[in-house]
């Protein structure tokens, strides 16, 4: 099992910045990719950005290209998703996602989501 905490959400201006982190525990030793999805009320859950465990690939909505960067600690097991240049349209509930290996296959974990609010 492998649990998830994030933590850095809030109340930001529109053109302000936010940083959320994500941290991961549990069976962490065989994770493959970390990151972040978000999702409005009554819409699907939307991919905002995912960093690969191995080699730091990177990879982006894009939406957010070139105002989010996706980092990662890999000794404290945690993610971070540095948001600048928010709109009001970034406001929603942001959730930590990770994909871990698990007998040969790769299982899905979420956080319990944080709330981003960016006022125009």
């Known amino acids: 099992q492998v649990q998830l905490v994030e933590s850095g959400g809030g109340l930001v201006q529109a053109g302000g910045s936010l940083r959320l982190s994500c941290a991961a525990s549990g069976r962490t030793s065989s994770t493959n990719d970390m990151g972040w999805y978000r999702q409005a009320p009554g819409e699907e859950r939307e991919f905002v950005a995912r960093i690969m465990w191995s080699g730091g690939t990177t990879y982006y909505a894009d939406s957010v290209k070139g105002r989010f960067t996706i980092s990662r600690d890999n000794a404290k097991n945690t993610v971070y998703l540095q948001m600048n240049s928010l709109k009001p349209e970034d406001t929603t509930i942001y959730y930590c996602?990770?994909?871990?290996?698990?007998?040969?296959?790769?299982?899905?974990?979420w956080g319990q989501g944080t709330q981003v609010t960016v006022s125009p």
């Open positions: 996602h990770a994909r871990v290996w698990v007998a040969a296959t790769l299982r899905d974990y």
